[in-house]
C-alpha cells in the first residue's frame, strides 16, 4: 500500500515506519522537522508538515491508501491538542482523496472493571492522566464522527515499551488485556505490526480495539 505516515519521529512512530517499509509499503512521512528522520529508503519519502495545518500536507498524502497517525503529547501544554489532531484529521483526509485511517491510541480508557478504566486507579501516574485523558477525548472524537473516513482506535497494553519483534499478540475490545501473571504489556515493535495488520486485513473499521501479549 501507499501510506502517509504523522509521527514518525517518535518512539511507536519509528517502529510502525520500520515495519511499513519492511512489508513493502510506500511511506510518505509527515514531520515538523525532517532532520529527525533521514531520506534511509528507497520506499521512504519525507515532507515537512504539521498534521494541525492540513495544507501542508494534502498534496504530499495524496494517492495514498491509507494514514497512520502516532501523535504523542506527554507535556501537559500539549496534551489538549491531541482530540484536535484527530478531528482535523477526520475533516481533511478527504482533501487527499485518503478514506483510512489507524489511530495510535492510549490505555487509559480501556475497563480494567465495568464502569473502572486503566485512568481511574488512584494509583495511575499523574505525569500520564493529561496524556491518558486527551486520548479518551480523542477517542469520543472517533465514536462521534459521521463521515467517510473509515478509523481504527488502536490500544495498547497497560506498558508499551521497547523490545524484540516477534509477531504474536492478541486482540481485544473494550478491555484490558493481561496474562496470565496479570501483566498487559507489549513491545512497540509488535504493536506496529498489530496495527499494520489491521490495516492491511481491514478487519477492525470504526472500533477502538487493543493489543497484547
Known sequence: MKLVLFGATGHVGQSLLDEALARGHEVTAVVRDPSRLPQRHDHLKVVTGDVSRP?????????????????????????????????????????????????????G?????????????????????????AQGEALEVFRAYRGPVEWTYVSPAALLEPGDRTGAYRVGGE??????????????????????????????????ITVAY
Open 55 to 107: 495544507a501542508s500536507w494534502t498534496d504530499a498524502a495524496r494517492g495514498s491508501d491509507a494514514a497512520i497517525a502516532s501523535l504523542s503529547a506527554r507535556r501537559d501544554q500539549d496534551a489538549s491538542r491531541v482530540p484536535a489532531y484527530a478531528r482535523t484529521l477526520l475533516d481533511h483526509l478527504g482533501d487527499a482523496g485518503i478514506t483510512r485511517l489507524a489511530w495510535v491510541g492510549g490505555a
Open 175 to 208: 478491555q484490558l488485556l493481561v496474562d496470565a501473571s496479570g501483566h498487559s504489556r507489549i513491545s512497540m515493535a509488535d504493536y506496529a505490526v498489530a496495527l499494520l495488520d489491521r490495516l492491511e486485513r481491514r478487519d477492525a473499521a470504526n472500533r477502538r
Open 109 to 133: 480508557s480501556l475497563e480494567v472493571a465495568p464502569g473502572r478504566r486503566v485512568i481511574d486507579a488512584p494509583d495511575f501516574p499523574a505525569a500520564w492522566r493529561p496524556e491518558a485523558e
